[in-house]
């Protein structure tokens, strides 16, 4: 099985700061990632899609890049909304099968 | 507009069952597939599994082949996740969520609102 290494697993930020994330793959999975964003009691929501793609209505501030095994997900900057918890998703369509990263937790400093 | 909602949370005691539904609409649902996904109380997401809505095909995660069934009623565009012999740390909110797959690319645009069920004796 696929293995996904998120880090970090919590940041702290300032309004109006660039945020990284990063997910590395255990193996090659091409462009095959998908990054969410959760907020506290709600269910979580697509933001980016292989790798890089922005889902419409997501603010331009949210930007993912990568392909292979390393990933990256950016928030350009940080704005007070934005407190939530993010997943990366590995995914496999033969058959569908699905791996989340274990989420960073961001919070406003 | 697109909507996915679930049946209301669950109390149960462990070794039994619980069936959780995921009602559709704003779409046509047999051209989509349906993953459930579940969370424990303080943890990250946790696939469970997919049903294609057009033929009921499914993948189980393998921690809960033998535990888990998921269908689909098509006439009322319905999912149903059915977990057996709970434990304790079934506990969890559950998900259901669209998939949308166009040749390789996949994602989960769409979730319902969650399902809390609780397992205790």
């Known amino acids: 099985d696929i293995q996904m290494t998120q880090s970090p697993s919590s940041l702290s930020a300032s309004v109006g700061d660039r945020v990284t994330i990063t997910c590395q793959a255990s193996?090659?999975?091409?462009?095959?990632l998908n990054w969410y964003q959760q907020k506290p009691g709600k269910a979580p929501k697509l933001l980016i899609y292989d790798a890089s793609n922005l889902e419409t209505g997501v603010p331009s501030r949210f930007s993912g890049s990568g392909s292979g095994t390393d990933f990256t997900f950016t928030i350009s900057s940080l704005q007070p909304e934005d407190i939530a918890t993010y997943y990366c998703q590995q995914y496999d369509n033969l058959p569908p099968l699905y791996t989340f990263g274990q989420g960073t937790k961001l919070e406003i400093k | 507009q697109v909507q996915l909602v679930q049946s209301g949370a669950e109390v149960k005691k462990p070794g039994a069952s619980v069936k959780v539904s995921c009602k559709a609409s704003?779409?046509?649902?047999?051209?989509?597939?349906i993953s459930w996904v579940r969370q424990a109380p303080g943890q990250g997401l946790e696939w469970m599994g997919w049903i294609s809505a057009y033929n009921g095909n499914t993948n189980y995660a393998q921690k809960l082949q033998g535990r888990v069934t998921m269908t689909t009623d098509t006439s009322t565009s319905t999912a149903y996740m059915e977990l057996r012999s709970l434990r304790s740390d079934d506990t969890a909110v559950y998900y259901c969520a669209r998939g949308t797959i166009f040749g390789t690319s996949s994602r989960f645009d769409y979730w319902g609102q969650g399902t809390l069920v609780t397992v205790s004796s």
């Open positions: 193996q090659d999975i091409s462009n095959y």
């Open positions: 704003g779409y046509t649902f047999t051209s989509y597939g």
